[in-house]
């Protein structure tokens, strides 16, 4: 192997699976099955189930979770969410934005290897089926490379024809979050004429998830993904990250013993690094970078190059962790990964602003009450020396039962008679009424009093609008 230390200058400057040319590269990612191999498939199969499994599970006959962004229906872990709620959203998006950004500063693109639905998908699931029918990486590059024949036609048609089916599979999966089941189950069994929209949904939806899958693959991430370009920005030189020595590793060359490394140093000769060169690392990323280059883009973060560099080690008979989970800075300091007082703070605003969002969500109202006085209209004098004011009241059930309304004055001061019938709040619906309240003149010591007005159901009091009420100029 050649022991002078390779040029990588200019590795910032173009894609890795593009060439000079501009045209694309296949990646024929090499696997490796090592420790964090064998973890990430276990976290994948557990994600999988989630995935695959939760738009399936309901709650009192209503999906756990629900993303109708056309009808503005949104059910989260069984808990439905209305446009008046949208105060909630803007906080959970901040929170998200926030947790996003300081989680990428602490520990890098974690949830791009181990958690992104397309790194599963196409790693654990979409490469599995194409290793098992096409074989390993070499054999799909002869099988590529040779011509049309049987049996490049018989592999290449079951692979596609299987992938379509996956696609097809996740589609409806997809859909069945956004319509829920019974409305995806309408559109399967039922003729498929009286749902074309449905059914026009699914078919997009498998042709883009095929296209995904089959073709387009590590540029979803290199590409596409806004996550991977914003994390330079994100990335710091304390921030964990998969990373390789260069301390240890270079310079690069054939593997030297220590007595090697000593008549080397005796005769004023190049002292090899830990790193053999044998590019292994390189042969299974997924979307083609030489790790050794440092942090890029295209890195998703999955490990398959600290297993098979580990694999390497063992083999040559060196400590494992020439590429590791590290951040720069402890690399150039030769400090071992520690969890420090940087990680426990950014961790602590990290629960505390999921706290704050859970508590926000845990103690979120059933109902929303909006009580205004009616536009254009002043206080009333009645003859039994009360003073009234009509009101308007807008009611959101934002609960799965259908719920009867009283309303009260706070304090036993006045009175509320309802306009017409008793109000009653369908699930899931918005009921409007008026009413009138009454207070004794004598009560009023202002022309515009606060008073606050109890919302009851079934006699327990479930929300506390407060309002003002308008009588005489004293």
Known sequence: ??????????????????????????????????????????????????????????????????????????????????????????IGLLTFIVFVILFTVIFGRVWCGWACPQTIFMEMLFRKIEIAIEGDHNAQKRLDSQPWNTEKICKKSLKHIIFIKMSFLISNVFLAYIIGKK???????????????????????????????????????????????????????????????????????????????????????????????????????????????????????????????????????????????????????????????????????????????GYLLATRNIIETTILRAPGLMYQENKDNTISNLYNVQVVNKSYDEMPLTFRLKGGKGQIKMVGNAMNVISSEVAESSFFVFIPENLLKESSVKIEIEVLSDGKVIDLVRTKFQGPII
């Not at 439905?80 to 105060?87: A, C, I, R, S």
């Not at 026009?200 to 498998?206: G, M």
């Not at 240890?248 to 000593?262: P, V």
């Not at 494992?320 to 300091?333: C, H, K, P, T, V």
Request: charged share 20%; with cysteine.
């Open 1 to 90: 192997m050649n022991s002078t230390k390779i040029d990588t200058t200019n590795y910032r400057d173009h894609l890795s699976n593009v060439t000079q040319a501009g045209k694309r590269i296949w990646i024929y990612p090499r696997i490796v099955i090592g420790q964090f191999y064998k973890l990430r498939t276990y976290v994948s199969w557990v994600l999988l189930g989630l995935l695959l499994g939760l738009p399936w599970i309901e709650i009192y006959g209503h999906p756990l979770f629900l993303f109708n962004v056309l009808e503005r229906k949104f059910i989260f872990w069984g808990v439905p969410f209305f446009p008046q709620d949208f105060h909630l959203v803007a």
């Open 183 to 357: 409305e995806l189950f309408a559109i399967i069994f039922d003729n498929p004429f009286n749902h074309l929209a449905g059914l026009f949904a699914i078919l997009l939806f498998t042709a883009v998830f095929y296209f995904v899958f089959a073709h387009f693959r590590e540029l979803v991430c290199i590409v596409v993904c806004p996550y991977g370009r914003l994390q330079g920005v994100m990335l710091d030189k304390k921030s964990i990250v998969v990373a390789y020595d260069f301390v240890r590793g270079e310079i690069r060359g054939k593997h030297q013993t220590s007595t090697e490394k000593d008549v080397a140093k005796i005769n004023n000769q190049p002292v090899h690094g830990s790193c053999v060169d044998c590019k292994i690392c390189v042969q299974v990323c997924p979307t083609g970078i030489d790790i050794r280059n440092g942090t890029q883009l295209e890195c998703i973060g999955c490990t398959a190059c600290i297993d098979a560099c580990d694999e390497v080690m063992d083999k040559i008979h060196e400590p494992r962790g020439l590429i590791r989970y590290a951040s720069l800075e402890g690399i150039e300091q030769k400090k071992k990964l520690k969890f420090n007082a940087r990680i426990a703070s950014y961790s602590l605003v990290l629960v505390a602003l999921l706290s704050i969002l």
